[in-house]
C-alpha cells in the first residue's frame, strides 16, 4: 500500500515514509503528557504531602480521582473536536495549559481544596495531552501497518514509567517535592508542545471535512458515532478497558506507598514502578506488532489475564524479588488498552467518529481510573491493608478476560482505498449481527 502525501510515496513498511516521523513524535508527545508527568509518577508524591500537610491517602487519592474525572468527563468533548480540526494546533495549547497548571503545584498550601482545584485543571488540560489527540494525527497515517505504529506512540508513557520514576524519586530526595515539580513541568512546555506544534501534522489526503454533496474522504469512512454506540462491539470493548482500569490505576497509584509499608526503601518502591513501566513498553510494543496480523479479541483477553494475575502477585508481595517479579508481569497487560483502544475502534467503526469513539471509550477508562485509588485509599485506611481489594481487582479482571472471545470480527479490515462513501447502514447492521 502507498500513501502521497506532497512529501513523496512511501509503503508503510519502509521507514521513509513520512507518516513514521510522525509517530515518533507522538511518542514524546505522549510522554510528555498527563500519562506520565502525573498519573504515572502521582504514588511517589504521596508520602511527601502525607509529611507535609497532614492529609490521609484517601485525602490524596481524591486529588487524582478528579485529574481522572475531568479526563472522563472533557474527553468525549476533545474527540468531536479532533474529529474536525487540525489535531496538533489543539494538542499543542492543551499541552502548554497542562504544563503551567502542573507547575502550579509547587505552590501548594496545606490547604486541600488547592490541590484538588489544580487536580481537576491538570485534567481538564491533560485531556489534550494523552494518546486520544495522538491516535487521531497516527491513525489517519496508518491501515496495514497501524498496529505497530500505535504500539510506538503508547510506548511513550510507558517509558516514562520506566524511566522518570527513578529520577523523580532521587530529584525528590535531592531537591525537594516543590522543585521536582517543577522541573517536571519543563517537559510538556519545552518539549511536547513545541514539537507537536510543528512536526506532528495530519497527511493532507486524511483531514476529514464533509463535501458539499455530504459524501466523505476516504478518510471518514464508517459509521456514526451514536450507531457505534448501539453495537455489541463498543460495549465488549468499554468493559474491558474499563476492567483494566480500575486495576492498573489502583495499583498505580497506591503502589510506592503499599510497598514501603512492607519495609521497601523508597529507592526500590520507585524501582519496582519503573519494572512496571518497562515491562508494559515491551508488552505495548509486542502486542502492537501483533495486532497487524491476529484478531483483537484473543490478543484483549491475553493482556487482561496477565495485567489480573500480576496485580494479584503485587497485592501479595512481601519482598523486593517477589514484586519485580509481580510488576514484570502485570507490565505485560497494563496499558495495553492503549493499543486496542484505538487499533479496535478504527478496525470496528471506521475513522469518520474515531476520536469521539475513543474519548467516549476513555471516559469509561478514567472513571473506572478515578474511582479505584479512591477506594484503593479507602480501605486502606479502614483495614491497614491493600490485599483483599486487589484480590478482587484481579478475579474481576481474569472474568472480563474471558468475555473479550465474544467480540465479532472486524468490520474494517481491510484497507478501502477506493471507497469514497462509508458503509451502507445496512450492511454494517448485518456485519455486526454476526
Not at 199 to 208: D, G, K, Q, V, Y
Not at 305 to 332: D, K, N, P, W, Y
Not at 385 to 405: D, E, N, R, W
Request: with cysteine.
Amino acid at each position: 500500500m502507498h500513501r502521497s502525501d506532497g512529501m513523496g510515496m512511501y509503503a508503510e513498511e519502509n521507514l521513509r515514509y513520512p507518516g513514521w516521523r510522525v509517530v515518533f513524535i507522538c511518542q514524546i508527545g505522549v510522554l510528555s503528557g498527563i500519562a506520565t508527568i502525573f498519573f504515572t509518577i502521582f504514588t511517589l508524591f504521596i508520602k511527601p504531602w502525607q509529611h507535609d500537610f497532614g492529609w490521609n491517602r484517601e485525602q490524596i487519592s481524591q486529588a487524582f480521582t478528579l485529574a481522572a474525572m475531568s479526563v472522563a468527563v472533557c474527553s468525549p468533548i476533545m474527540g468531536r473536536i479532533l474529529d474536525r480540526v487540525e489535531p496538533r494546533k489543539l494538542i499543542a495549547w492543551m499541552m502548554v495549559a497542562f504544563g503551567l497548571g502542573f507547575a502550579s503545584l509547587a505552590w501548594l498550601t496545606p490547604h486541600l481544596g488547592r490541590l484538588e482545584v489544580t487536580a481537576v485543571f491538570i485534567g481538564v488540560a491533560g485531556t489534550g495531552t494523552y494518546q486520544l489527540g495522538y491516535a487521531r494525527i497516527v491513525a489517519s497515517w496508518f491501515e496495514r501497518r497501524l498496529g505497530a505504529a500505535l504500539s510506538v506512540v503508547v510506548a511513550g508513557s510507558g517509558l516514562g514509567s520506566l524511566f522518570i520514576p527513578p529520577l523523580v524519586q532521587h530529584s525528590i530526595t535531592v531537591y525537594g517535592w516543590r522543585s521536582t515539580i517543577l522541573i517536571l513541568s519543563a517537559l510538556p512546555l519545552l518539549l511536547g508542545a513545541p514539537l507537536t506544534y510543528f512536526f506532528a501534522p495530519s497527511p493532507r489526503t486524511h483531514l476529514t471535512h464533509p463535501s458539499s454533496s455530504g459524501k466523505q474522504s476516504g478518510a471518514a469512512i464508517g459509521i456514526p458515532w451514536k450507531q457505534a454506540l448501539a453495537t455489541r462491539s463498543f460495549w465488549l470493548i468499554a468493559l474491558g478497558v474499563g476492567c483494566m482500569s480500575l486495576a492498573e490505576n489502583g495499583v498505580l497509584v497506591h503502589l510506592a506507598p503499599m510497598l514501603s509499608d512492607r519495609g521497601l526503601k523508597v529507592e526500590d518502591a520507585a524501582f519496582i514502578v519503573s519494572i512496571l513501566g518497562g515491562s508494559s513498553v515491551a508488552g505495548r510494543l509486542l502486542l502492537g506488532w501483533i495486532l497487524d496480523y491476529f484478531e483483537g479479541a484473543g490478543i484483549a483477553m491475553g493482556a487482561l489475564l496477565l495485567a489480573g494475575s500480576g496485580i494479584f502477585f503485587l497485592g501479595h508481595a512481601r519482598s523486593f524479588h517477589a514484586a519485580a517479579l509481580a510488576a514484570l508481569i502485570a507490565g505485560l497487560g497494563m496499558g495495553c488498552e492503549f493499543d486496542l483502544i484505538p487499533y479496535m475502534l478504527k478496525r470496528y467503526f471506521g475513522m469518520r467518529s474515531f476520536a469521539t469513539m475513543y474519548g467516549l471509550t476513555y471516559s469509561v477508562y478514567a472513571v473506572a481510573g478515578g474511582t479505584a485509588p479512591l477506594l484503593l485509599g479507602y480501605v486502606y485506611d479502614v483495614t491497614g491493608s491493600y490485599t483483599h481489594i486487589l484480590s478482587v481487582f484481579s478475579v474481576a479482571t481474569a472474568c472480563v478476560a474471558f468475555a473479550m472471545l465474544t467480540l465479532p470480527v472486524y468490520r474494517y479490515a481491510t484497507p478501502h482505498a477506493n471507497t469514497s462513501e462509508s458503509l451502507p447502514v445496512e450492511t454494517e447492521a448485518a456485519i455486526e449481527s454476526n
